[in-house]
DNA sequence: GATTTAACTTACCGCTCGGTAAGTTATTTA
DNA sequence: TAAATAACTTACCGAGCGGTAAGTTAAATC
């Protein structure tokens, strides 16, 4: 084993065990949100002491922006995976599927994009802000885009369509969320794409 | 002054005591969510002290019910006067415009029916499933006319739909009151009605 | 084999939390 | 005028919070 590779190696272990802290967190944030959850929940929840979580990050808030981030690119790579589907009608459903999908899975977290924190987190409320709009900017293209084809720009323009598509969708997620209740993510994406932008000429409306 | 009249004052001034109580902590848990308030804020802005507060009450949590039950009753309110417009499309209309400005007066307690609070308040959660069910209930009701009347019976269940349409505007809230961005309900409400049931025979669409 | 360093633990800090027991004060009632 | 009561305040409780300083231990380095 060559001095690098043991570097390596190394640098692995600390990697983890940053890692796992960030993933327990995100899992315990996502129940019980920001507030919800204390260092010592976190640490009892990974067997180590409070004073651990201390020694690999500054603070409560650091591990939240952290967990954040990673939900967020998390989010990014599926809602990136729609644009290569050739449609733009396959586009937009699996962009829907992906961001319910990803929103059932994370709970609080994606709720957690929405919500107004303590007064005292000012920071992370600017930071969450921050990652909505760059979600915004993601969706906003495939809207667009169907716009365009079904020929209903006059009626809205897009930025109010993507915040009415995003509203409907995170408010169906909170619903879900707190009823405890499964989603099925492929028929609500039909259903959404078929009230949103299909026009309803006796019958023809199907989408796929 | 007669006895009755001076009995009426007496409970009066407890009423009165109660209900500025009731008032501050709606305010202030609009602004700061549940969690984000303790009984020491209540109590300081209202200058009493916060033993005072359990003098009138039994805790925290029953003043967050009462506050809770106030916020619904209102709405409520609010709701019904939409049915007293004539046409399905001034109903709906009303209804739309009326919950957005509602949910931009109250902030967080309208995000409150929606959100999951802390593992250890699982009455508020259960409570607050309740009053979402009810307002659920008092929608339905125009979304079915609106359904019967523009015949798109065969594509989707007044169920979903009206689960979209309380998700598409508790998200827009969300998303506004993180911007603190002014909401336009009317504007908005026109815009709603035109996606979710005008026909797209280009052009005549105009709703009002 | 001694020293250093990474990765912790133990033991504490000051503070705030929700909640309570006991005292105070002004007003009614007997 | 004495007793009772409503509407509080003062002063405290134990628990938990975010955060820290100092000690421990096993492995790596010199």
Redesign the pocket.
Known sequence: MT?IE?QQE?ED??QN?KTRIIDVACQLFSEYSYLGV????IAKKLN?????L??HFT???EIYKKVLNGVFNNLSLDIAKAFKEKTTNKKLHKLIKNYLDFGFKEKNLIKALMLKLSPDNLQIRTYIIQLRKEIKYLIQPIIKEMIVKKEITKKVDSHLLTSLLTGMMDGLLLEYSFLNKKIDSKKISNQIINILFLKNKKGNNKCF
């Open positions: 001095i043991k190394q272990i600390i065990t204390s260092m010592n929940d180590i002491t409070k004073a651990a201390y020694y603070g409560k808030s």
